[in-house]
Every structure is written in C-alpha cells, then in structure tokens.
C-alpha cells in the first residue's frame, strides 16, 4: 500500500471516535484551489483508519466520494479567492455512524452495523474573511469556464452557506450510505462518469448524487428584464431584434439560442443562432435548419430535441422552445438550451416566458415599421422616372438628394422624357410638403405632364392646365378636409427640347412658374437667364404662363435647380444672394454636364456648416457637337 500523504504543515487534526477533523489556513493566491486539493487528499487519507472496518458497500462508494471532494473544495477555492481576496480556512470532517433512516440511538455502547444501517459523511467547509460579499453562484475565473455552486448542488448531498460576524463559510457534505438506502441510479449511475462525460467545460451534469435533475442555472438578477428592455427598445428591424436577443441570452440563460422568424403562410425561417462557444454556430444552425418548429400561440415552454452539434460528442442536455407570441399572432419562436438534464424553476420560466414577450413585441414594432416603410418607399418610387430619355447632341446629368435619413424620394421631382420624333421634354419641380399628400401631388403633376405633352400641348398650354388642375385639386382638398386641410402649392420649370434639320442645336423652349430661374452658361463664359418669374401652380387658376425660346448651341449649358440650391443658408445669408448661383455657374466655363452637376452639388454642401436641410436637386443639359450620323433615341436609367 502506498504511504498516506502527510497533512500540509499548519494543519491541524482532531480525532474522536465517530469524527475526525481536520483545518488548514491557505493563502489567497493561484496555489490556493491546488493546495486545498491537496489538503483534502492528504486529511481523508488520514481519516481513512476511520473507515477501514467499515461493510464493503461504504468503502467502495467512499473512494468515489474522495475524489468529489477534491474536485469540489477546489470550486469553493478559487470562488473564494477570487472573489473574496482573502485567505481561506479549509475545515474537512470524516464522520462515522449509522444510516440516517432512522434516528440516532442514547449514548451508550455501540450496537453492532450492518451494511443497510451504516453510513459515512465528508463535511467540507471553506470559509472567507469577506462576509459582507454576496454570493454569487456563477462566477468564475477569467479566462476558464467553473461550475462553482452549480456542481456542487449537482454532487453534494447537501450544502449551505453560513454567515458569521466576521466571515463567510460554504460548506457542503457527501453522504455514504448503505446499499439498501442508496438512490436507484439515474441515467448516469456515477456523477463523476456524468463529468467525464459532459467535460468539465459544461453546464451543470446531467444528474446529481442520487440521480436528481438538476436546476437549471442562470445569472438573471433583478436588473435583466430591465436590460432586455433597454437593449430591445427602439429597434426596427426584425432580424437585428433577433440577434440582440441572442447576446442577451447567452451566456446568461442558456449555453446557445436559435430564434425562429415568422414568414408568409405561418412557415418560419431561421434568423439567427448564437452558441458561446462560438466556433460551433454554423454547424448548429445547420442543424437547426432541419427542422422547422410550429407556430402556436401558447406561451408555454415546449421541449425540443437536443441537437448533437450543440456540445461535445456525447454530450446531452435540455433544450426548450418558447412561441413569440403578441398582437394576438406567433411572431416567432426563441429556442434556448444547456448541457445537462436540468428542470427550469418555475421563477426562471416566467423570466424566459417575459422576456419572449417582449421580444415578439419588439418584433411585433419592427415589422410594422419596415411594412409602412415599404409602402412609403412603393409610393416614393412611383413618383420619379424610372428612365431617363436619351437625347441625341446632349448631354444630361441629374443631381437628386432627398432630405432625411432613409429617404428616397422627398418634394422634389424630376423628368426627362421623349414626346414624338426628334421632341422631348424636360421638368423640375418642388411641391409644398414632404408627407403622402405630397408625394400624390407629385404623382399627379409628373403623369399630367407627359399626357399633356404627348397630346400636342405647347410649354404655355401644359403649364396653364396643370394650374387649373392644382387649383381644383386643392379646392377640393380645403372642402372634404375643413379647415385642417391645406391647399397645396407646386413651383415646377417645364421645358421642350426639338431637334430640327439643319440646326446648330436644339431648339429649347421653357417656362417658369414659382420656381428658381434656369441659368444659361454661353459659350463666352457669361451666365443669363433663360426665363422669366412667374406665379405658382395651384394658386389661381386662371393663370396665364408664357414661355421663352432660345437656341441651345453647342457648349451651351441650361442649369437648373431647386430651392434647396438657391436658398442654401450660412447664417443669415442665401448660396443664391448677389446672383451668387451664377458666379458659381461662370466658373464651371469648360467642364461637362456631369462636372458642372458635381461642382453645384459640392457648393450647396460646403456653402454652410450645417448639413442641408432641404430636398436638393439639380439637372444640366448641355448641347454637344453632333457628328456622323445621329444616334437612335433611346432611354437610360437616371445617372
């Protein structure tokens, strides 16, 4: 037989004739879960003369119980050194009796033991100098993963923890009884087989001493609803809802979650997956991938399979299922699960069942943010060109930057589109407003327009119909909405462009009602403007609008903008104040469409250090030399 390893120096035993104890002092630093190892192993040994003439039944199941104890003084070890700093006192007790199915006999001579009535107790206690510390079950060292607490209620077959005046003491004990009072086994007959295992990197083991399920572990303090509240509000899109709920969760309730996304039909799709051990994501999301859960509107928890890419192979655990559940439909379904056989509280359950609340509400918001966004962006889009015409000898640049984040259409609008043979016609306008009544006058005013232009009507005459038409809509508007309802004003620039034979370039005819004048940059590098101010659309309709007419030579430019350009402020000044709209144009004297755009653009955004705060949009025409045989009209999607 090997020699029994000599307690460590400073310990101190005490022996009696049914307990032996024995106590070492250890200091707070890394050998500390080492030494009260050794402590153990070396005080058991010693105490083992205890148990020698014990039944066989005890001393096998006692050298099983040593090794627990090893394992678990050096969890309360590192526990207490990290997390109370101080040194430590190991107390590590050896008692000998009968079973405790029944009670204690009156002192006096021992009656004979049998092997249904003995029994033998290890009572380990590590006590710190820090008792106004709370306990805290789940903590552990940085950098390595501990069970703590969570692996001793899992082996013990009893603990507690005591608070004295001036200090804190875990204790637990691992009771050996007779084989007649031993629990029938689980699905693992021996909880250090269940480690070996579910490896000691997992949660708590599958069963503990005596084959009970253990609690399911989590660190949910009394602030975690309020975070999951906090972290979840204000979100508007519905996968990133899904994953702030992952990082929630994980670690902190569950070793992974997958959260299920419902789609069209009632199917569902699997939007994300989280592990902590982050290297094994992808394998389990393919995994759960498989399977698709239902969607039902019960918010009990619903047991799923264990998927085996979740741990180790080998490896079990618990998973459960919780439905989205709010707006009286499923949203969802949020999958959490942990290595070990493990049974939720009842307290846990309705912090899980809370927290799927509140996710599906938050998915519930999001969904119908990104539904009204979609409508919005649908009606946005119809209100601009999908193409833009091609015109033969021009060059053509657009320039549009709608106000507010997340905008694709604002007041602003545009055109640019064919009439007939060797004809087009161009427009920019600006409607009063930027909410959905808006953007339906826009609609109305782009489509009335092309119908009017195509019809044969000249720049006066679409101009002097469409006024009749905002009027009337507007009329109409302030009489079915009562004095809430507001007339609606538009200023637009209409133009014609006509190639005939023969011409230096095309023939351009233009008219401005309400809106910034269009500039003219000659080919002398002198700037004027190309129309006249007029009244806004929508005001009276009895309006006439007359147009001007010029020739757009080759290296001529027409320059036109919004009031986002001209009214561009620094301070108290205008970008457009002393004719400042036209000096910036001289200056473009040489450069392309494009260019010139680029250079307004440019200007508009550096004229003040504010960021502009209004639709901003600009379209150049610039008449080219044609040479060789003219190119077929053609469209193009806008640049």
Request: charged share 25%; proline share 7%.
């Amino acid at each position: 037989m090997p020699p029994r390893p000599a307690l460590p120096s400073g310990s101190v035993l005490i022996s009696r004739p049914d307990r032996c104890v024995s106590r070492t002092t250890l200091q707070a630093n890394q050998r500390a879960a080492s030494e009260a190892r050794a402590f153990v192993r070396a005080a058991l040994a010693e105490q083992a003369a205890a148990v020698v003439d014990a039944p066989q039944a005890i001393t096998e199941e006692f050298e099983e119980a040593r090794g627990d104890a090893e394992l678990l003084v050096s969890e309360l070890a590192t526990n207490a050194v990290m997390h109370a700093g101080t040194d430590i006192d190991v107390i590590c007790s050896l008692e000998q009796g009968q079973s405790h199915a029944r009670p204690r006999e009156e002192p006096g001579p021992s009656a004979p033991v049998n092997d249904e009535e003995a029994s033998v107790a290890v009572i380990i206690e590590v006590a710190d100098r820090h008792p106004t510390r709370a306990l805290r079950p789940h903590e552990d060292l940085p950098g390595r993963r501990g069970l703590g607490l969570r692996i001793v209620d899992a082996l013990a077959s009893s603990w507690g923890v005591t608070y004295d005046q001036d200090e804190k003491s875990v204790w637990f004990r691992l009771e050996i009884a007779g084989q007649a009072h031993r629990a029938a086994p689980g699905p693992t007959a021996s909880p250090r087989r269940a480690l070996r295992d579910f490896g000691t990197d997992s949660a708590v083991p599958a069963v503990g001493r005596g084959g009970l399920i253990a609690e399911w572990p989590h660190q949910a303090g009394p602030t975690f609803l309020a975070e999951g509240s906090e972290l979840l509000a204000g979100q508007l899109d519905e996968d990133l809802v899904a994953a702030l709920a992952g990082q929630l969760l994980v670690p902190r309730l569950a070793d992974w979650c997958g959260v299920w996304l419902t789609v069209a039909c009632g199917r569902m799709r699997l939007s994300q997956v989280w592990h902590a051990e982050e290297w094994r994501i992808d394998e389990l999301r393919h995994e759960l991938a498989r399977e698709m859960p239902p969607a039902i509107l019960s918010t009990a928890s619903i047991p799923w399979p264990w998927p085996e890419t979740a741990g180790d192979v080998g490896t079990r655990g618990s998973a459960l299922a919780f439905p989205l559940v709010s707006a009286g439909a499923c949203q969802g379904m949020l999958l959490l699960g942990r290595t070990g056989q493990l049974r939720m509280t009842d307290n846990l359950a309705m912090v899980v069942q809370d927290v799927a609340r509140r996710i599906a509400q938050s998915l519930v918001t999001a969904r119908r943010y990104t539904r009204q966004k979609s409508i919005s962006r649908a009606l946005q889009r119809n209100q601009l060109p999908d193409f833009l015409a091609s015109i033969p000898g021009v060059e053509t640049a657009i320039v549009y930057e709608p106000y507010g984040e997340g905008q694709t259409v604002g007041g602003d609008f545009y055109d640019l589109f064919p009439m007939g043979e060797r004809s087009w016609g161009f427009l920019l306008g600006d409607v009063q407003g930027k909410d959905p009544e808006a953007m339906s006058v826009t609609g109305l005013a782009r489509y009335l327009v092309r119908l009017l232009a195509r019809e044969g009507h000249g720049v006066e005459s679409v101009l002097r119909r469409l006024n009749a038409a905002m009027a009337e809509e507007s009329a109409e508007a302030v009489v079915n909405g009562g004095e809430r309802a507001r007339p609606r004003f538009l200023s637009m620039l209409y133009g014609e462009l006509q190639l005939g034979p023969g011409t230096e370039g095309p023939h351009c005819t233009i008219a401005s009602a309400g809106h910034p004048l269009p500039l003219r940059l000659l080919t002398d590098g002198s700037v004027v403007a190309a129309a006249e101010p007029q009244m806004l659309l929508g005001i009276d309709d009895s309006a006439v609008f007359e147009a001007s007419s010029f020739s757009l030579v080759p290296g001529e430019t027409l320059l036109c903008v919004t009031d986002g350009v001209t009214e561009r402020r620094n301070g108290h000044r205008q970008l457009d104040d002393g004719d400042g709209l036209s000096a910036v144009l001289r200056e473009c004297a040489g450069l392309g469409a494009k260019a010139v755009a680029e250079r307004i653009r440019r200007t508009a955004h550096d004229f003040g250090p504010d960021p502009v705060e209004d639709d901003l949009s600009v379209l150049v025409l610039q008449a080219l030399p044609v040479t060789g045989a003219e190119a077929d009209t053609g469209e193009h999607r806008p640049g």
